[in-house]
């Protein structure tokens, strides 16, 4: 530290200095009472200002979804919502789902269709010498009188809504396999800006000491100190852009997409009304696929009630005898009836009510769990929530001013580089871990959406 120094150095280093942060201040109107955390648009740093008066304010920390020089490309930007529209427009998703419910309308529609009406012909020679033929044409069908096709094609469409809810299902799943992309590909894309924004900070800061080292007010350590501080800069910076273009690689993968634009969107998820999920809980698709197969389940079971009440086959026709002496032709009529002595569909019976207790406690297990979910995982949203808006007011706000103070404390001979650096050390890391517990509210508060079902 270099306390021998005037103290009339101080001062004048002090007067240039408030300038143009107050300049700097006025320009920012809110900044006072805007979070840290939400920042402005990145912007270059002055490549040198060794001739300059006094260095400009430190650049604020952008916030996550603000465009900025990390993402080069087009304009405009991609938000969630229009990222869930892509991904699920996906041309071979929609040919799955469409195979999948043709499969259960070919079986609605075999449950409604009866059986073919017969036509019969006979023949036969007697062995007499009057050379007897007989021949006969009949027109048989079976008949359903205890209604078991209606209720079977009653449990065909109820499990045909089934593979509809279960198509939303997979619907909301792949729609929170998207937001968990997107919100990775926001993040890393936030912390890569936040990493720009402190690598172009040394252009500034190495202005300050290359006038101070040329001034003897400073070593020549410091400006090799410095050199290697902004190599490490720079690696991590170009680690973190690797991170970042890997996170928009899959993201790009699952819009079936070959380049995405900016990310624009908020990390800290919004607050949600737990009793209003609650009440809809019920339509929840997971929970009516279950009750579907229920339902489908129960009418096959009472389909099978009606084995006592067999099919009756009736048939219809005419008969013709022809000898060498006489003819003779008249109505035929036929009718046979099964007796329902052995099987009575007793086992389908037994079988589908097996599968109705199945389904049902399946349905009272999943509504149980996902209440239990829906309270729990809005609870732990709304803490992290909590946590990340006090961590913002507390933690990121003040920030600029901190940076501000640390520089005008090298510069006045109360600090030395090392400390310096420090600090900007740690209100990148500091900005950082905001991002992050913003989204780790945002994951936890998609785990929320998808218990509740939206795809939206």
Known sequence: MRLARPLSLFVCSFCLLALPAAAWAQSEPGAATRPALTGMTLKGAPKNESHARSPSPPTPLPHAGEGSEVSRGPTFTLSEAEAIRMGLARSDLNALEQSLRQGAQADLLAAGQGPNPVLSYSRERAGDAAGT??????????????????????????????????????????????????????????????????????????????????????????RQRLALERAASQAR??????????????????????????????????????????????????????????EAAEFEQSAAARGWLPEVNLGVGQRWTRSATERHQGLSVALSVPLPLHDRQQAAQQRAG?????????????????????????RQTEQLRSAALQFRAQATQPLPRLLRVAELAYQGGESSL???????????????????????????????????????
Do not use: C
């Open 133 to 222: 033929v007989e021949q006969g044409l009949m027109l048989s069908q079976t008949f359903d009188l205890a209604g078991r096709r209606g209720l079977q094609r009653q449990a065909a469409q109820r499990r045909l809504d089934a593979v509809d809810a279960e198509r939303h299902v997979r619907m909301t799943e792949r729609a929170s396999e998207i937001r968990r992309q997107f919100h990775a590909a926001l993040y890393r894309q936030a912390v890569s800006e936040a990493t720009q924004a402190w690598e172009q900070e040394f252009a500034r800061i190495e202005a300050l000491v290359d006038k101070l080292v040329r001034a003897g007010q400073a070593s020549a350590f410091d």
């Open 237 to 294: 910076l170009a680690s973190e852009r690797a991170e970042l273009e890997r996170t928009r690689a899959r993201l790009a993968q699952l819009l079936e997409t070959p380049a995405l634009p900016a990310l624009t969107g908020e990390l800290l998820p919004p607050w949600a009304d737990l009793e209003q999920a609650l009440l809809q809980l019920e339509h929840n698709p997971t929970l009516l696929a279950l009750a579907r197969r229920a």
């Open 418 to 456: 090392l400390e310096l650096l420090d600090v900007h050390r740690s209100a990148l890391e500091t900005h950082i871990n905001g991002l992050a517990l913003e989204h780790r509210a945002r994951e936890v508060h998609i785990d929320y959406e998808q218990t509740k079902g939206s795809t939206e």
């Open 354 to 378: 097996a599968e109705a207790m199945r389904w049902r406690a399946e349905h009272r297990l999943a509504h149980s769990k996902a209440s239990s979910e829906l309270r729990s995982l809005h």
